[in-house]
């Protein structure tokens, strides 16, 4: 695990997009509305390579530079930190190339497959579902003793979910034994990609879960969203501000993009009353 203190003042826009690994039209449409957010900050909620992820010879690897580092060349010239989750498809070839990209990219934040960051009250928790599940586990739990008073908002970072109406539903196996330990009625929210769409599923034992893996493919939503969803490309900005006496709060939308009716605002919802880390 690593730990990376993010830099920012009292009011944070953090944008969060998922499952972006194409080189389609719409990837380049998604990523250049990205870059027109004005985010302090953009996550990206896993499979950020599709199909098989990149290789250790990543430099000269296709589908890092077309997948990659070119739709995402003018966020990451202007210095917005870019910070990774794995998903699935990031597994398959080479995992710790990413290690490596972080290095030689200053705007791209991947010190370590799972990490901890602290802002202020806040504090943010990325997990990686497909390595070391035991190892991440006692990591986390060690990092409580020290931070949980100091933990007023809590916000996780994953690339399955606790809850979707989507295709893949929550997360199973594995990658649900992480959840349920560390996320599940512990912290305020979840934000995962995996399933293609946007969805507001409301809260599951007081964690709040939003999905975002409308970054470059969309898919139907079989299943009923606990609150809202939509098949549309887009992301979702969580919007923080930070007070002296009393718990931060935060606002999100969930923005659509395409070319002909432009960035619409689709949903909107706020994480009242933090419980911090439980």
Not at 229 to 241: C, D, P, R, S
Request: proline residues 3%; contains cysteine; hydrophobic residues 35%.
């Amino acid at each position: 695990g690593g730990i990376e203190y993010s830099q920012g003042g009292d009011n944070l826009k953090i944008c969060s997009v998922g499952d972006t690994g194409t080189s389609s039209k719409e990837k380049f449409m998604v990523a250049e509305y990205l870059e027109g957010e004005n985010c302090d900050q953009v996550r990206i909620l896993g499979d950020i390579v599709y199909e098989n992820g990149i290789s250790k010879k990543w430099k000269k690897d296709n589908n890092f530079i077309d997948k990659f580092l070119r739709p995402n060349q003018g966020l990451i010239d202007s210095g917005v930190p870019i910070f990774l989750v794995l998903g699935n498809h990031d597994v398959r070839k080479s995992s710790k190339a990413w290690l490596e990209v972080a290095k030689e990219y200053e705007a791209v934040k991947f010190p370590s497959f799972f990490y901890f960051e602290k802002m202020g009250d806040l504090c943010f928790f990325t997990f990686d579902q497909y390595h070391g599940i035991s190892e991440q586990i006692n990591w986390f739990s060690a990092k409580k003793l020290t931070y949980q008073p100091l933990c007023k908002m809590t916000l996780a970072f994953a690339h399955e979910a606790i809850k979707s109406s989507g295709k893949h539903g929550r997360a199973d196996k594995e990658e649900w034994v992480l959840l349920e330990e560390l996320v599940l009625g512990k912290m305020d929210l979840l934000a995962s990609g995996h399933d293609h769409q946007l969805s507001d599923e409301g809260k599951i034992q007081g964690t709040h879960q939003l999905i975002s893996g409308a970054g470059a493919k969309l898919r139907s939503i079989p299943g009923k969203p606990g609150v809202w969803g939509a098949k549309e490309y887009g992301y979702v900005v969580l919007n923080i501000q930070q007070f002296k006496n009393s718990s931060p709060s935060l606002e999100f939308d969930f923005v659509g993009v395409d070319k002909k009716r432009g960035r619409r605002i689709l949903h909107s919802g706020v994480i009242s009353n933090p419980q911090g880390w439980r």
